[in-house]
């Protein structure tokens, strides 16, 4: 109502919505859903169209900002404005539904290399657009006014029956690799299709304007009949992961203008002369070739390309400038990749240094990036454009990957817009910040290195040792970071200090590869905010800085996840020193500890379990020795709060110490040696979860399990019955599934489940819907 009245200028247009009566309701779902009436019967026809729309999506479904603007357009439902084109006008109706409240929950979630905004409908939003129109449904609501139906969205497998009688169909939507039957269907009126692995005839979809493939496993080529739906606008493939070319007509597809390709890593390359295709508006693949029009030339009079663009294979272009990047004031994020995609093997003796630095040179983007990843580059130096800090002026994503011989980076560490920062395995850099000139930069003091940034990734820098170089700071002073979230350093064995960071909440800092690290100073004080911790590097817990205005012992109350990584975390973390600076206070606040990695524990640690007063999950992860000291029977866990127990991949663990209190959930994974699990090992009346994969020397069940509602056992050949009367003894339980060389097996009968307990060994793999690959047949287009 608020976005309503807000938008209403005038006082008789007050009047009219007073005279309503609609504050004469109060409460309840009845007596809302007229509010929201009247907010949607001022909503313009264009709005009104594309809320409508969204019931055909189930509620709490969560929908795809860019779907579903591209199915509004290929439905109609938004006109070209002015100097807009269908993309940005959907995305202003989009911004005013959620403004006007009639979606909702918009949040971005990240799909590997790229993003997407997605957002919910409210459930009585849910029902008003049920109210208003019958033409969108899904199929568990499908009412029997088939012929009414123009949008659907189907959730079984089966689609012919479903949508017998629905011979208007615009939209179909379905998720199911059972599509063979499409193509019994004559959908003359279809203008989207979302499918896996169809079968259908193009001669009956000539109307089509929106086709979405993704997650067709099974293409591996697209046949040259999908190039007579020249109609078609919106083309998704994403995810495809075997499809290796794209039809050699698409060209003539004049109408294509948006054409999805994220994940398609076997794609060899682009159909030849893609120039032509001058609508094109997203692209966001481009695999360069080789040869007379596969060139990355054929990018230069695609002017309108926007969104994200990824050019692979650039290890076989001679000069960049041909794409014309800097022209294409659409492109919001840009992916420079010298191979062919993320996972490719990257192979160091095939690689042309001057070649590469040339080409990065000419590769020139527009000042307004938002986003720039750079992958298997091999040139020692950035570009010159790369220098200057206003080509930055607007980037909030930087990433750069498998560059190994490149001693540099784009001058971003001043900017005032960078939020995400990720650096994978560059071998030669040894600083993050060069030659921090105060004078050139025009600050009179001395400016904070990378300002806004939120979240940064620092993995496999084996020469990095410092944060910035040619300062005005101390030689070994912290770094400070004002607004980062989240820090993960991994195999930064020569990085000696942690920054400064008043907001960081999450922290990761280990090395997997066991080399030596050099000690790390860790500003413990400073991270008021911190609520994860991995330590996994030998840590000096650095004294508060009273000049800063911190108390000698202040540290933050808000650390509730540890993870203590190798000897050198435990020891750290353990040092006397370091409890002494603070660190023993934080620890009274941890409540989910993990403890991996660690071959010097040779017994349960119950004296470091003692500064966890607050522990309610504990976790011991592939610690070889512990176990082989001491006495498990004779020792008890000092944790008074805690309800689950995790031990994963510790060979030498006979049995598990007795609990001081009851436990709520006991997994226990891949420990050969664990013959015992008595009831005298713990406290387990109240255990409700008990979870065991692959003890081999595990010989029975403990007693007193009369909690128990989910039991799962795997792989414990040890195991040859099981009391009789156990499901008696068990009344709550609800899952007891047992797996390959387990012994049990259940089964229902008739209305109430019957507990079956059967020696009976599984020798052959179970067969179930998963094999097969069921390929598409011949005849799909």
Avoid at 548 to 558: F, I, L, N
């Amino acid at each position: 109502m608020g976005g309503l009245m807000n938008s209403k200028k005038q006082v008789q247009e007050w009047e009219t919505i007073a005279e309503s009566d609609i504050g004469a309701t109060s409460g309840g779902k009845d007596e809302v859903l007229p509010i929201l009436k009247l907010s949607y019967r001022y909503l313009s026809p264009e709005l009104k169209s594309c809320f409508a729309f969204c019931a055909v999506f189930p509620k709490d479904y969560e929908m795809e900002k860019d779907r579903l603007i591209k199915l509004w357009m290929a439905n109609g439902f938004i006109h070209e404005e002015g100097q807009l084109n269908l993309a940005q006008k959907g995305e202003l109706v989009f911004d005013e539904l959620v403004w006007r409240a009639f979606l909702q929950d918009v949040k971005v979630i990240s799909f590997g290399d790229y993003t997407a905004v997605h957002c919910k409908m409210h459930d009585l939003m849910h029902d008003l657009a049920n109210y208003v129109t019958d033409e969108c449904q899904f199929a568990e609501e499908l009412s029997q006014k088939k012929a009414s139906v123009l949008h659907l969205q189907l959730l079984g497998t089966q689609i012919s029956g479903s949508i017998k009688g629905t011979s208007f169909l615009r939209t179909l939507l379905t998720q199911s690799g059972n599509n063979k039957d499409l193509s019994e269907l004559k959908l003359r009126s279809l203008r989207a299709l979302c499918c896996i692995n169809p079968s259908i005839h193009t001669q009956f979809t000539t109307h089509l304007r929106y086709l979405d493939l993704s997650n067709s496993r099974n293409i591996d080529r697209l046949p040259n009949s999908i190039c007579t739906l020249y109609n078609l606008q919106i083309l998704w493939l994403n995810r495809c992961n075997r499809l290796q070319q794209l039809p050699e007509g698409m060209t003539s597809m004049k109408k294509l203008s948006h054409v999805y390709l994220f994940g398609c890593h076997s794609l060899q390359h682009m159909p030849p002369k893609l120039s032509l295709m001058h609508n094109l508006q997203t692209l966001t693949t481009f695999v360069v070739g080789t040869g007379d029009g596969f060139g990355i030339e054929e990018l230069k009079d695609l002017g309108q390309l926007g969104n994200r663009l990824e050019l692979y294979n650039l290890k076989k272009v001679k000069s960049g400038s041909k794409a014309n990047l800097h022209s294409k004031h659409n492109l919001n994020e840009l992916l420079l990749h010298w191979g062919r995609w993320a996972g490719a093997v990257y192979n160091e003796e095939e690689v042309d240094t001057t070649n590469e630095e040339e080409v990065l040179e000419s590769l020139v983007p527009h000042g307004e990036l938002k986003g720039l990843e750079v992958r298997e580059y091999s040139g020692m130096a950035i570009p010159q454009w790369m220098k200057k800090p206003n080509m930055f002026k607007a980037l909030t994503k930087l990433s750069m990957s498998t560059c190994p011989r490149c001693t540099d980076l784009p001058v971003v560490w001043l900017s005032s817009s960078l939020e995400y920062l990720s650096l994978h395995r560059m071998d030669s850099l040894t600083t993050l910040c060069k030659s921090v000139n105060v004078a050139a930069a025009g600050y009179n003091n001395s400016p904070q290195i990378f300002p806004k940034l939120k979240r940064m990734e620092l993995v496999d820098l084996p020469e990095l040792e410092t944060w910035e170089e040619n300062s005005e700071k101390e030689p070994n002073s912290l770094p400070v970071l004002p607004q980062l979230e989240e820090l993960t350093i991994r195999e930064c064995n020569k990085l000696s200090t942690l920054p400064e960071s008043p907001l960081l909440t999450y922290l990761l800092c280990d090395s997997l590869s066991g080399a030596s690290q050099v000690p790390k100073s860790m500003p413990l004080s400073s991270w008021s905010s911190i609520s994860y911790l991995s330590i996994g590097f030998p840590a000096n817990v650095v004294p508060p800085q009273k000049d800063k205005g911190c108390e000698s012992h202040s540290v933050p109350d808000t650390l509730r996840e540890l993870h203590l990584q190798g000897d050198d975390g435990f020891q750290s973390t353990f040092n006397s020193s370091n409890l002494q600076l603070g660190l023993r206070d934080c620890l009274a606040f941890v409540e989910d500890l993990t403890i991996s990695l660690c071959s010097n524990i040779v017994s349960w640690p119950m004296e470091e379990l003692w500064y966890f007063p607050r522990l309610r999950s504990l976790r011991f992860f592939r610690c070889n020795n512990l176990g082989e000291k001491g006495s498990f029977s004779e020792e008890i866990l000092p944790l008074p709060r805690l309800e689950a127990l995790t031990v994963e991949c510790c060979d030498s663990v006979l049995g598990i110490p007795k609990l001081s209190a009851p436990l709520g959930k006991l997994k226990i994974w891949n420990c050969k040696n664990l013959a015992s699990l008595t009831s005298e090992s713990g406290n387990l009346v109240k255990l409700r979860d008990l979870y065991v994969w692959d003890c081999s020397a595990l010989k029975a069940l403990p007693d007193g399990l009369t909690s128990l509602e989910r039991l799962t056992i795997e792989f414990c050949p040890g195991i040859e019955e099981f009391p009789p009367d156990l499901q008696q003894r068990l009344p709550d339980l609800k899952q007891f599934p047992v797996f390959p060389a387990g012994i049990i097996y259940v089964r229902t009968q008739g209305k109430r489940p019957a507990w079956e307990l059967t020696p009976a060994r599984i020798t052959q793999p179970l067969e179930g819907p998963w094999t097969g690959e069921n390929r598409p047949g011949d005849g799909w287009f």
